[in-house]
């Protein structure tokens, strides 16, 4: 069962534009909810994150809405540039045994065109 | 910087085999991941470790084991791999809520 269920699977947004991913999670347990940005032959790596008590995140064009009630959380990259093209993955974790477990979302592959 | 690396980028094995994926990590982490990357899946945990010898099951942890002897590194085991097993292979350390990861292991099994 996914936890953590993302959409689109694929997106294709004109430069300038403004991209859209969003998610929605189950379990009202998870505390921390990230989003990861992989590259083509690279490992994910952490873009942005937030916590359940606050509504909107933002870093520089990054910005994570959160709806706690209706569980879902969204990520919004505002002007996307060419560089913004990779898989994006949400995921929500919560703590085993001192550790952070994450859920991934099935992950978006974002293209911009120029 | 933090870094994660992996034994291999590309690895090709018969079924059957016995397969062993490293893992070694620089910054004295505490807590290490192993996931599998497939297309339309997202990346589904298989094993934790939260300390040196000590492991968790994650989601997927079936035709999988893991061993930790050192902080540092941490192993992944096919104990007899199968078809089904071919996929993209990630390992991830993590400090406090971020999860750093390999550049990944793609393992095919034929």
């Known amino acids: 069962q996914q936890q953590v269920k993302q959409s689109p699977q694929s997106l294709i947004v004109q430069k300038g534009g403004i991209s859209i991913i969003n998610c929605a999670y189950e379990n009202t347990a998870f505390d921390y909810f990230p989003w990861y940005q992989q590259f083509p032959g690279k490992g994910p790596a952490l873009l942005i994150a937030i916590r359940p008590d606050v509504s909107e995140k933002k870093e520089g064009r990054f910005t994570i809405s959160f709806n706690k009630s209706a569980k879902q959380f969204s990520l919004h990259i505002m002007d996307s540039q060419p560089g913004d093209s990779a898989t994006y993955f949400c995921a929500a974790s919560d703590q085993i045994q001192g550790a952070q477990k994450l859920v991934f979302g099935q992950g978006t592959r974002l293209t911009i065109n120029p | 910087d933090v870094k994660v690396t992996q034994s291999s980028r590309y690895l090709v094995k018969r079924t059957g085999e016995k397969v062993f994926l490293e893992c070694v990590q620089d910054m004295d982490h505490e807590n290490m991941f192993w996931y599998r990357q497939d297309p339309g899946l997202g990346l589904r945990l298989i094993y934790f470790?939260?300390?040196?010898?000590?492991?968790e099951k994650g989601d997927i942890p079936e035709g999988y084991s893991v061993s930790r002897e050192k902080k540092e590194r941490f192993s992944l085991i096919l104990e007899s791999a199968s078809t089904n097993q071919t996929s993209m292979y990630l390992c991830?350390?993590?400090?406090?809520?971020?999860?750093?990861f390999g550049p990944g292991t793609r393992l095919t099994v034929l």
């Open positions: 470790s939260y300390d040196v010898k000590m492991k």
């Open positions: 991830a350390s993590s400090w406090y809520n971020e999860q750093f």
